[in-house]
């Protein structure tokens, strides 16, 4: 109930009004049916937008700390992601990341619509980089096809560590349904998983136009920052 007011009633029409989305292709998300949004992941708001736009519900995955924040900040923010039916995720991978695809496996089964970002973490620059596979074990578990969608301009809205998004008209593009039934049965084969994996994000880079990066978000994170180069005295 708390997705459909929040969609509907409380910040859905508020936000079309101050940032105007202008969305391509959202006829290739099927009006009913399971799908797979596979989307690129560019600021917190990639959460907000996809669902606003799509006339169905969408059900994403988030990072499990989302839900374990501290004082104000962090109950809203807690009250916003099990409102929407967000579902945490524990990024450390194993048996906590397999609940959440089994999750959302029941969601598909159910006929509903799964969002995921195959990258596992937003951009930390922009740019496209290496999927994970759980995008496709769930594509090839659930025999669903995948949509890809891509934030054209999030990243100039809501660059990562602002709070407060820039008033500008959000871009999103949807993609024509990817089908991986032909590898159907294959699922747990890790070079059909990433295979299609590769595939998918080729196509989120053909339709983003985004430089892509072949190594995980999560390790070009983690990797220090150059230091400047100081002027050589004359």
Do not use: C
Not at 28 to 37: C, D, E, M, R, S
Not at 100 to 112: E, K, P, S, V
Not at 142 to 159: K, R
């Amino acid at each position: 109930m708390l997705y459909w007011l929040l969609k509907y009633v409380i910040l859905g029409p508020l936000l079309r009004l101050i940032f105007r989305p202008q969305v391509e292709g959202l006829h290739h998300v099927p009006a009913t049916g399971p799908v797979i949004l596979a989307s690129n992941h560019l600021s917190f708001s990639d959460s907000i937008f996809t669902p606003l736009i799509v006339p169905r519900k969408v059900t994403f995955v988030a990072k499990a700390e989302y839900f374990t924040g501290k004082g104000l900040k962090g109950w809203l923010t807690k009250m916003f992601f099990v409102g929407t039916g967000t579902i945490p995720v524990d990024r450390s991978g194993g048996r906590a990341a397999r609940a959440a695809l089994d999750t959302q496996l029941t969601i598909l089964r159910a006929g509903g619509v799964a969002g995921i970002y195959p990258e596992g973490t937003r951009s930390p620059d922009g740019r496209l980089y290496r999927g994970k596979t759980g995008v496709a074990r769930l594509a090839l578990e659930s025999g669903a096809p995948v949509v890809p969608v891509v934030m054209l301009n999030l990243d100039e809205i809501q660059p990562p560590g602002t709070l407060v998004p820039k008033v500008r008209r959000v871009r999103i593009r949807f993609g024509a349904p990817l089908d991986f039934s032909r590898y159907a049965g294959m699922a747990g084969d890790r070079f059909v998983e990433r295979a299609v994996t590769d595939e998918i994000m080729y196509e989120l880079m053909d339709l983003s136009g985004r430089e892509y990066v072949d190594t995980y978000a999560q390790k070009a994170k983690a990797q220090p920052a150059p230091v400047p180069r100081q002027p050589v005295a004359a």
